[in-house]
C-alpha cells in the first residue's frame, strides 16, 4: 500500500474523521503567534491539507484569513459543509495552487508527512513571502499514559505497522525535518487531553489510515476486542485522551525570494 493510497483512504471516512478526531488546544495558535512574532489576526495563512477543516476553523476563530487546500473529494465536501464561506482550492502540497510570495503562513495539520519533500519544501518557500513561517503540527498519542502505549501495541499489531517511537518525547521523529533542516525552527511539545465517550474514542482509533486500508472485517473484529478490554478500564465509558501537540515552525529568511 502506498503512501498515495493511504492518504486518500480518507476520502472514504470523512464524515467519521470530521465527527471524532480530536481539535487542538488554544495553546498551539498563541504559541505559533509567539514564535513567528505577529498575530494571527490578520495574517494571510494557507491552510494545507486541510481535510474536513478542524485546523482551518481555528485559524479562522484566531481571526486569519485562511484559504484551504485540499486533494480528496469527500473531505473537501464535508469541509465545505462546515466552512461554507471560507475559500477552497484542489491542490496538495507538491505543487500548490497558490501565487508566489502570497502567505504570511503555511500550515499543515497531520499532513507534512504525506508530502515529497523534495517538492513541497521549495513549494512552500515559494509561495511564503519574505519573513512568513511554515507550521506543521501532529496530534501524537502521549504515550507514557500505560493504557494509551497498550493500546499502541495492539493497534500496530492488528494493522501490521511499527508501533509508534518510544523514543524521549524531545526526539524528532524520522523524516518531519527532511528537507528542511537548513532553516531556521523551532519546535515546542504541547500535552492537552480531551474527555469523549468510548464510540467516540473507538471512531477516531478507526478513522486513521492503517484500518482505513485494512478492511471492514479486520476492523470490525478490532473494536470488538477492544470495546470489550476498555470497557474493563473505563466502566463509566468515557474516556480521557491525552496528546502531544508536536509543533515545529520553520522560517523564511526575510532576504530570500
Known sequence: MT???RALSFNAAAAQYAANR??????????????TGRPLAGARVADIGAGTGIGTALLRERGADVIAVEPGDAMAAEFQRALPDVPIV???GNALPLADRSCDLIAYAQAWHWTDTSRSVPEALRVLRPGGALALWWNTTALDVPWAAAQDERIAHW???APNDRARPDTIRAGRLAGLSDLPYTRRLLRWSRTVP????????TSHSAFLVLGEARTQEFLAEERALLSEGFPGGVVEETY????????KPRLQA
Not at 480530536?22 to 514564535?35: A, D, G, K, N
Not at 468510548?198 to 482509533?205: F, G, I, K, Q, S
Not at 502531544?244 to 522560517?251: A, C, H, K, R, T
Open 22 to 35: 480530536p481539535s487542538y488546544p488554544p495553546s498551539l495558535f498563541s504559541t505559533i503567534e509567539e514564535i
Open 90 to 92: 484542489r491542490g496538495d
Open 198 to 205: 468510548l464510540d467516540t474514542h473507538l471512531a477516531n482509533v
Open 159 to 161: 494493522c501490521g505497522v
Open 3 to 5: 503512501s498515495v493510497s
Open 244 to 251: 502531544v501537540v508536536d509543533l515545529l515552525v520553520v522560517s
